[in-house]
């Protein structure tokens, strides 16, 4: 049976632009969406699409959830990257966020945001495939762009697809930096431009970077998502590939993206 979507639709938004693509995908549809923002850098764009904005901190459950609640949402969608180490410092986390904090065993990505979708579920919200109004920014397979990789790097490519793999069965990261078969960098609470750069300061030149989605990946938060942010990062500090997994990773502007890394000799590929 196919999911009925609501008229009225709930975005979370963290940083970047995917947050913004879902609005305006889901206006130029039809759809009315009622935004929670976590950040500012986005902001501006946000009340383009947006009917209405409320900036919060991601440790405000209390008050997010009565955003919603007012607003009569009953489905809702993550979109945006949320900077981890908000969650070393715990500032202005409310009462309820924290008894959710405390309640996992471990601080993961997984354990937590499975007991936020949990929490929302328990008001009556849905919390929605991250996908559903931004499906034509998956990649199928296959090289973007006019560089294509060498044996070697595709060597590479694939040790690094099976250690992202392993990585992400444990919940620990999806990014991996390889460089001639050895691993540079896994991704832990710092996210993948700072893994890119750790590794390739080690690697000094010409790294391969993959990325895929867990083995488990729940499609309703974390869908690896690559920009031109990424691909600045790569061209900084020298590395030479990037690898997604295909039909499980979206590229932000990929007009942009596959231009950029033309310019620059990088290249990108779908696995």
């Known amino acids: 049976m196919s999911l009925m979507l609501e008229n009225k639709q709930g975005l979370i938004a963290g940083d970047g632009i995917l947050p913004v693509e879902m609005a305006r995908h889901a206006k130029e549809n039809g759809f009315e969406v009622i935004c929670v923002s976590l950040s500012n850098d986005n902001l501006k764009d946000l009340k383009k699409y947006c009917s209405k904005v409320y900036s919060c901190h991601p440790g405000e459950m209390t008050k997010i959830e009565k955003i919603f609640t007012e607003n009569e949402i009953k489905q809702v969608t993550f979109l945006g990257k949320v900077n981890k180490r908000v969650l070393l410092k715990l500032h202005k986390f409310d009462k309820r966020a924290i008894e959710i904090l405390k309640s996992v065993k471990r601080l993961n ?21 991250q996908t559903i109004f931004i499906k034509n920014l998956m990649i199928p397979s296959g090289v973007l762009g006019k560089h294509k990789p060498t044996e070697v790097q595709l060597e590479d490519v694939n040790y690094g697809f099976w250690l992202a793999k392993e990585m992400g069965k444990v919940d620990v990261g999806q990014s991996v930096v390889i460089k001639d078969k050895m691993a540079m960098a896994v991704e832990a609470i710092e996210g993948t431009d700072k893994c890119i750069r750790r590794g390739c300061k080690i690697a000094k030149r010409g790294a391969v970077i993959v990325k895929v989605a867990k083995p488990s990946q729940d499609k309703r938060f974390d869908i690896p998502a690559i920009g031109l942010r990424t691909l600045k990062t790569m061209k900084r500090y020298k590395a030479s590939l990037i690898a997604v997994e295909a039909n499980e990773t979206i590229i932000v502007n990929q007009e942009k993206v596959v231009e950029y890394a033309n310019k620059h000799d990088i290249i990108i590929m779908a696995v």
């Open 109 to 129: 990505d997984d354990e937590v945001m499975l007991l936020i979708v949990k929490e929302f579920e328990n008001h009556g919200i849905t919390v929605l495939d």
